[in-house]
């Protein structure tokens, strides 16, 4: 079962409005049984963000390996004030927000001429979007806050349509779908967007491969944490049994694919039991479970990317060793 929950945060009302959209009907048992019987079984990067793995990828953006947020932000102090003179939005709408630091630039940068600005967060983890909203309806009391416990893969249908709206996707997360996930959600994005919407995407980009590889091993151990952490968030969830301990964290880049894949590499024979899907799984030492893929662009491969789904480039910002970039999308002509 998924929902899809919505919260509203103004300065006349503190306390969160909540909201909840009818359930649907996707049956998480039933995919997530689907990726662990796999011949590389696979576990959906949604689970790493349980309220423990939400706070542990906190502590990775401040990784001193962990270039992605830094020059993210960096990009943004410098051409935020650009970017909304270029989209002119009346509401901005951030997938994936997590603790919400990257839109207070942009926040900062909004000219306050603009009435009736308003602000959407959407984010799987609702603690972590509660929390979000709380400090920006505190920071921000001139702007409208609203909040949406849901899924950017599920729940697109129930993002606001009114207003101008630019649509934030930051922190490289595009990159955690699949090619095939990613058209789909390019195409129901633009399928959504009215001519004068845009969509700011952050993309992590092709690079040195040991750039990229230092990124998801650093020796303080913490992406290792939060990547075992998907098997918790698997006990707690789904009644499993996953021996933390008996899993060691892999992370490699490959070039060819442009993408990193982040593994849990099984340290001995296993059984594990996962109560909620009546599944047994069986490992021998060395099999690998696949919890997450980050792919990586070129300015070439997004364009082309975002032209299939219908989708226009209209701006390119990057940082001056082009490790991250922001792509301003719109729907094409
Ligand atoms: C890589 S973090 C980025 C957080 C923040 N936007 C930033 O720039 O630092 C990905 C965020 O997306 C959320 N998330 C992951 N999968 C999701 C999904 N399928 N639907 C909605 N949110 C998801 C996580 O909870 C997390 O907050």
Request: charged share 25%; net charge negative; with cysteine.
């Amino acid at each position: 079962m998924s929902y899809c929950m919505q919260i509203a945060v103004t300065d006349r009302a503190p306390s969160p409005q909540i909201d909840r959209a009818p359930p649907r009907l996707v049956d998480e048992r039933a995919l997530l049984r689907e990726g662990l019987t796999r011949p590389l079984p696979e576990i959906s990067a949604r689970y790493l963000y349980d309220d423990h793995g939400s706070a542990l990828f906190e502590q990775i953006t401040r990784l001193p390996s962990y270039y992605q947020t830094r020059t993210e932000l960096q990009i943004l102090e410098r051409d935020a004030a650009e970017l909304l003179t270029l989209a002119a939005p009346t509401r901005l709408i951030e997938l994936g927000s997590g603790a919400g630091r990257k839109i207070r630039l942009l926040l900062d940068a909004w000219p306050t001429g603009q009435v009736d600005r308003t602000c959407t967060m959407l984010d799987i983890n609702e603690r972590f979007l509660r929390d979000a909203l709380a400090a920006l309806a505190r920071d921000y009391p001139q702007i409208r806050f609203h909040g949406l416990v849901g899924d950017f893969q599920r729940d697109l249908p129930h993002i606001p349509k009114a207003g101008r709206r630019l649509i934030l996707f930051f922190a490289g997360t595009i990159g955690n779908l699949d090619p095939a996930a990613r058209r789909a959600f390019l195409r129901q994005l633009a399928a959504d967007m009215d001519p004068e919407d845009a969509l700011l995407v952050g993309l992590d980009l092709v690079k040195d491969p040991r750039r990229i590889d230092a990124a998801y091993n650093d020796p303080e151990g913490v992406t290792a944490a939060f990547n075992r952490n998907a098997l918790a968030a698997l006990n707690h969830r789904f009644g499993a049994n996953f021996d933390l301990d008996g899993f060691a964290h892999r992370a490699f880049y490959d070039p060819v694919a442009a993408r990193v894949e982040m593994r849990l590499v099984a340290v001995a024979a296993q059984r594990i039991q996962l109560t909620d899907l009546d599944l047994e799984l069986t490992l021998a030492r060395g099999d690998e479970l696949r919890t997450e893929i980050s792919c990586k662009f070129t300015r070439d491969a997004l364009t082309g990317e975002a032209a299939e789904a219908g989708l226009q480039l209209r701006a390119w910002r990057s940082d001056p060793d082009a490790l991250f970039a922001l792509a301003l999308l719109g729907r094409a002509p």
